[in-house]
């Protein structure tokens, strides 16, 4: 198994400069956010201007692994090893460095809608690293004063913060073929596909335990979002979850959902969200939020980190949601759905590292 190297143009279309021969091949693929990437190359015949910072790398793999796209940002060389250490960011990376420095009006728009907006203007005055918006749906975002105000943030960070707000993710993906790279910004509820009906993965054969961690605090039984208005006994209130609790019973919309025996919490352990949200008062946004908050909340109830084949990888991408049946640790035979955080392919060793969440 080979990892293939393409040095690009860093403009539009971004055509193929080389193809070099890499060794040590790292890269992380995350469902959004940050990543950085390393390889090795001989240090000889090297082209320096070739590998200067600011150049586009491509990361292939021949088994299907997505492709992989960053920006040099670094070169080190170790003289005694007679190699050369290339490194650098993804592109996700490269937009946190894009200033904002304006408010963006709202009219009860979706966050999806913001999001493109942001990029226009990150994108203007000769700051542009050639983003193009994609298929940018969002949660409806509404605001008392009519726009939000992105400060001095940088494009990065401010779509952290929209998400964070909403329960959103946004994320980038690229289109590769040996003519052009072409790259969108995406922004959903949720990044992925729910595969769990149809990729089964079997520990022993498709991959290994590394590590498994539960963590009570991820165990949450309702979660009430509370909105604007006056005093906080009077404001609009949405709860979703287990039902009986005292901040239900004080919610103006209620929903119950069913829950798995296997992720009832003891008593002792087993807590109420309170998302506080002072600029929205529909009680169906609310009730929106509560969900996503219960779903995902800050601590995860239970975590693995994976080593999978790199065959089996090849079937997903992060975000997706897969059927994984364990045998060892204390899962006892249980099959259940895992959701990929990350994935940290290494063709060297025909392996792939996951940072997986148990669960939808």
């Not at 009006?105 to 809608?113: F, I, Y």
């Not at 939020?289 to 089996?312: D, Q």
């Amino acid at each position: 198994m080979r990892s293939l190297i393409e040095i690009r143009d860093e403009r539009p279309p971004h055509r193929i400069l080389a193809d070099v021969d890499a060794f040590r091949v790292d890269r992380l693929l995350t469902t959004t956010g940050r990543g950085a990437f390393a390889f090795n190359l001989p240090n000889v015949g090297i082209d320096r201007d070739l590998l200067r910072e600011g150049r586009m790398v491509v990361i292939k793999s021949t088994v299907g692994i997505p492709a992989y796209v960053g920006v040099i940002t670094q070169q080190e060389e170790d003289t005694a090893a007679g190699v050369v250490e290339v490194s650098g960011d993804n592109y996700a990376s490269i937009a946190y460095n894009l200033a904002l420095n304006r408010t963006a009006p709202v009219s009860n728009v979706d966050a999806g809608t913001l999001a493109r907006r942001a990029l226009a203007q990150a994108q203007g005055g000769g700051r542009s690293i050639f983003l193009e918006a994609g298929v940018c749906i969002g949660t409806p975002l509404r605001l008392a004063g009519g726009s939000i105000n992105f400060g001095s943030q940088l494009f990065g960070a401010a779509l952290d913060a929209l998400a964070a707000r909403v329960g959103d993710q946004w994320w980038i993906e690229h289109d590769v073929t040996r003519a052009r790279v072409r790259s969108y910004l995406y922004w959903n509820r949720r990044r992925g596909v729910d595969l769990a009906g149809s990729v089964y993965l079997e520990e022993g054969r498709d991959f290994i335990v590394g590590a498994y961690k539960r963590d009570g605090l991820g165990f949450v039984r309702t979660a009430i979002a509370i909105g604007g208005g006056g005093p906080i006994d009077g404001r609009p209130s949405a709860a979703v979850g287990d039902i009986g609790s005292g901040l239900t019973a004080r919610a103006d919309r209620v929903e119950q959902e069913l829950t798995d025996p296997a992720d009832v919490a003891g008593p002792l352990i087993a807590r109420d969200l309170v998302e506080l949200r002072a600029v929205d008062d529909d009680v169906t946004v609310l009730a929106q939020a509560a969900r996503r908050a219960r779903e995902r909340p800050t601590t995860a109830r239970e975590t693995l980190a994976l080593t999978s084949t790199l065959t089996a990888a090849a079937q997903f991408n992060p975000g997706d949601t897969v059927t994984a049946r364990f045998h060892s640790v204390n899962y006892g035979g249980l099959i259940r759905p895992i959701r990929i955080n990350a994935m940290q392919p290494d063709e060297a060793s025909g392996e792939c590292d996951l940072d997986v969440s148990v669960g939808m």
